[in-house]
């Protein structure tokens, strides 16, 4: 079955293309559901039935998975059970007609202007440091890039001349976003006179440094947002995608198109897209029910 798996990943890689990340999510999946049929004593793929995958999640959802959790791995089987058919390993793929739990859709968590602005001003643009903070928040807010996205940006990704962003999302697919004022100037006066002070020394092509010289990671930004959240006294929820999720709500809230909005954000269905209309609806509500003398 190991081999079977192997050969899976493989295909995902060389013609889906798809990210170091999402493959490995696959191969655990799979790893996962195939020892639990060893354990069960299904030895050949040939011989499962819906019932063994059925047996399966329920398996996953006694041991405390989320829904979430439980659809992706239906996901990932399915994807398995449908090439192991296409390249004739298996004869009938089990999975057919199966179900995914429904998932419900949480509303992310979205600041408000005021709270952006709060969060943006946060950084000391005296020091270096404070400079690069004031960098990224300023781009991350301006193009609602995901943090994986930011943090691998190189120089050669910027063009500040004309204002737009080069970036590689989800499946190695390259988008061209813009970039306001604000974002432009900010990331100028980082580049000029704080990214060589952060660079040290030899060859680095990342645009965004941390105090070793080298590119900074999802894990250090992380850090770097939670500590102006608390500097601003955001007494929200802060996630790495929290200026990403206000991004795409005020940009609607504002007239903006869905599709513009997708594109920018790097969506490949709209549907995914289509949750922040469900923010602004809410917030519409609430301000009615703040503002109307009969609410």
Not at 110 to 120: I, Q
Not at 226 to 252: G, M, N, W
Request: aromatic share 8%; glycine share 6%; net charge positive.
């Amino acid at each position: 079955m190991e081999n079977l798996i192997t050969q899976f990943i493989h295909y995902l890689t060389v013609e889906k293309g798809l990210a170091k990340n999402t493959l490995e999510s696959y191969h655990r999946d799979l790893s996962t559901y195939c020892s639990y049929l060893a354990e069960e004593g299904y030895a050949d793929l040939n011989h499962t039935s819906r019932m063994q995958i059925m047996g399966y999640l329920l398996n996953l959802r006694e041991r405390g998975r989320a829904t979430a959790t439980v659809s992706r791995n239906l996901a990932s089987i399915r994807a398995f059970y449908q090439f192991l058919v296409r390249e004739r390993f298996i004869e009938k793929d089990p999975s057919i007609n199966l179900e995914s739990p429904k998932i419900e859709k949480r509303l992310p968590h979205v600041l408000s202007v005021t709270e952006v602005e709060m969060l943006l001003n946060g950084p000391d643009t005296r020091l270096p440091a404070g400079q690069r903070d004031k960098a990224m928040l300023e781009l991350l807010y301006a193009t609602g890039i995901r943090v994986s996205e930011l943090v691998s940006l190189n120089l050669t990704d910027v063009n500040l001349s004309m204002g737009f962003i080069k970036c590689m999302g989800k499946g190695s697919k390259e988008r061209i976003i813009p970039l306001g004022r604000l974002a432009i100037s900010n990331v100028q006066n980082y580049i000029e006179s704080s990214r060589s002070i952060l660079k040290k020394r030899g060859q680095e092509e990342a645009l965004f440094l941390n105090h070793h010289g080298r590119r900074l990671s999802r894990q250090g930004f992380w850090k770097i947002i939670k500590k102006y959240a608390q500097l601003a006294r955001i007494e929200k929820e802060i996630t790495p995608h929290t200026l990403r999720h206000s991004f795409a709500t005020h940009l609607l809230e504002n007239g903006a198109d869905l599709r513009s909005v997708q594109e920018m954000l790097g969506h490949a269905d709209i549907s995914t897209t289509q949750i922040y209309t469900h923010v602004t609806r809410s917030r519409l509500k609430e301000v009615y029910a703040k503002a109307h003398p009969r609410a």
